[in-house]
Structure formats: structure tokens, C-alpha cells
């Protein structure tokens, strides 16, 4: 390469350089996202949910007008459908995120949201990932969330609206006798929550036993053979959108008539449940928790606590 060229070549790559440079600072100034060791006043806050059940405990922390977006699936409180979307929670949108320059983003971990939340690590974004896959993670990541946004006494009084609830249906179910239920939650292929899930935890607090064990997954399939073996008592559906709940329903009979031996088919013990109230880890399981009792112990349901004000 003569003296010449070499010059040509330096100049273009330092040239390259400086116009990557630009845009990498052109980009950080658009999205302008907090740095995350960076501290935020509380009232400067611009927050994104990342899951529905994230979005439900921020209104209930009273943070709805520092929310500038939410995922696409939030569909409560009302005020949520108001928000600006930023895809679902099984594939969220990073530039949708970075489009309303938030100051704090809430994601769940997982694999997905893992992913974004690494990549918002990357650009600078402070970014919160909280685990909930247990009541007491869910008490844990509420009191987070308050820690992060100057909520810590509204957080508190959240968990104890939750715990007292929830107690109250426990303090109602017991002496029951323990029904032994088959959490369903896909039809086909045919799978259930086993007990290493907060749906054996909700069960429990019912008085009620889970129709499948501990298995090496949270949800397994199960053939026609494991579910005639389960013999559950009871079985309960839960659908996150109003038309699968309504299919759920019209079809309950038609899909178990198969299994006639079960006793949940036998006696008519089939119940198809909102998803929102149970599916989701957050200020709503009281009144999830309601309507899972009235299914166990559907003699005593008028007797039921009144419903938490949420």
C-alpha cells in the first residue's frame, strides 16, 4: 500500500468513525433515557410497563400520571387503555419504549423480557426486572416498585390490602372439606399448573389440594390417561380475553364429555374463570380469590367476604 492510499484509508475509517459517533450521540439525545446508577425526582418520572400485572400495581401505587406506556396487553384500570403501547408481553417493542423517553421501565424476568430489559441496560436506560412467580415474590416486587418510585408507604398499605384479602378467604375455607382441583390453563395440547406454582398457593389459601403434583414443569401436558389418573373433584379454566372465556364455557361439556369417569365431569364441576383476576400477580387476586371460593364451595358462597375496594 503506497503513502498515498494509506492516507485515503485512514482518512475514510476515521471519517466512518466520526459519523457512527454522531449518530450514537444523536440517538442518546432522542430517546434521552435516566442513566441507570442516576438518581430520578419522583415527579420527573416517565415509567413503562412491560406486563399487565406490573401495570396494575403502579395504579394501584397511584403512579397512573407518570406512566407514559404500557404493554399492549394492560387492560386495566381503565386509564390504561389510554396509554401509549409498546407491544405485548411475549414481544415487546424497544423502540416503542424509547419513543416515549422514559426515565424508569418495569419488565418481568423472563426470556423476553429479559432481552429487552438487557438491551435498555445497554443504552442506559434504567431499567427494573422483578420476579414474580410467587405471592412472596410478588409482595417483594411491590415493595421495589415503591422503593423506586418515593411509594414506600403506599406500597405497604397494597401488600396489606392483598395479604389481609387473600386471608380472609383462607380464614373462610377452612374445615372444607379439600376438593381436589385441576388448574387448566391450555386446552390443547391439554396442560395444568403442577404444585410448584402461586396457582397451588391460591388453591391453598381455597382449601383445596392440587390434582397434580410436583413435576420437573410448572405447567405440564398431560394425556387422557394422566387426567382419568388425577380424578380431580373439580376443574377450573381461566381465559384472559372475554370471547376465549365465553368459548370456554359453551364448549366445557362437549371437550370433557370423554372423560366421564372423572369426577369433575361427572358431577358438572367444570368453571371457566376470568384470567384477569387469577392469572395475574397483583392488587386483584382478593376478587380472583373470591370467585375461585365460589367454585370450590359453591354452598357457602353467599357467605363470602364483600369485595375489596381496588
Known sequence: MNQKTWKSAIFYYAAAFLLILACLIFLQSRTKPALENSEVNSSDLRIVSMAPDLTEILFALDLGDNIVAVSSDSNYPEQALTKKKTGTFWNPDLEAVLSVQPTLVFA???????????QLKRIGCQTVSLKMETLAQMYRSIQTIGSRTNREDRADRLIRQITDGLEKYKDFSAGATASKVLWVVQRQPLRAASENTF??????????QNAIRTTLFQYPPLDEEQLIAAAPDIIIETADKPEDLR?????AQTFYARFKTVPAVGNNRIYAIDGDLLCRLGPRLPLGMKALVECIHPSTSQGNPSDADF
Open 199 to 208: 396457582f397451588n398457593e391460591l388453591l391453598k389459601i381455597a382449601g383445596a
Open 247 to 251: 368459548r370456554l364455557q359453551a364448549t
Open 108 to 118: 418481568l424476568q423472563d426470556r423476553q423480557q429479559g432481552d429487552l430489559a438487557k
